[in-house]
């Protein structure tokens, strides 16, 4: 991981009920980039970190991303001519391009699995979703069918949070009840 001044980092929960952190690289220890790296953390604690499983570097650079072109395949309806484009197509300054990450965490005792699974976003709060499955006396012990069944009902369950959150944005913004259908 290399880092400089401005870059965001996130760290992942080491357990489920605790949240992740995130702040910003505000000095580097070496001009090659490598740790350590002094952060400003979101909850105002300046710190000494060296990133380690679960870190995330997220480098935003502002000016890069408005100039990303978005590729327009040739039998787009909104074509008018070579070379031309609709109005419809976004322009440099409105484009917005995101990262969003999705951490999985298993944990298998036995018959029971447990999945945790957060949404690393530029939000200032992270969702977090926990699946579980359990697996029958009468079933062969295989632990992948079990990793699969909790992680995809944690999935699940994040998905309903993040329509839920969008939901109260647009009523938040229009003053309206919303309603977004999940497909």
């Given at each position: ?12 929960a080491s ?6 952190r995130?702040?910003?690289v505000?000095?580097v220890?070496n ?47 909104t ?33 029971e ?5 957060v949404?690393l ?30 992680v ?16 109260q ?15």
């Amino acid at each position: 991981m290399k880092a400089q001044p401005g870059d965001r980092i996130i760290l992942a929960a080491s357990h489920l009920d605790q949240p992740t952190r995130h702040g910003e690289v505000i000095e580097v220890g070496n001009e090659n980039g490598d740790p350590p790296y002094l952060i400003r953390w979101a909850d105002g604690h300046t710190g000494l970190l060296y990133p380690g499983p679960g870190s995330i570097l997220r480098v935003e650079e502002h000016e890069h991303l408005a100039s990303v072109p978005v590729p327009v395949p040739a039998t787009d309806p909104t074509m008018h001519s070579a070379g031309q484009t609709s109005a419809m197509l976004p322009t440099p300054a409105s484009r917005h391009i995101r990262d969003w990450q999705v951490r999985v965490t298993i944990f298998e005792a036995g018959d029971e699995t447990e999945a945790n699974v957060v949404l690393l976003s530029d939000a200032p709060t992270h969702l977090s979703a926990l699946g579980q499955s359990r697996r029958s006396t009468k079933d062969r012990a295989v632990p992948e069918i079990g990793d699969e069944v909790a992680v995809a009902r944690a999935l699940r369950h994040l998905a309903d949070q993040l329509l839920e959150t969008a939901a109260q944005d647009i009523e938040a913004l229009t003053g309206e009840d919303a309603f977004i259908r999940p497909s």
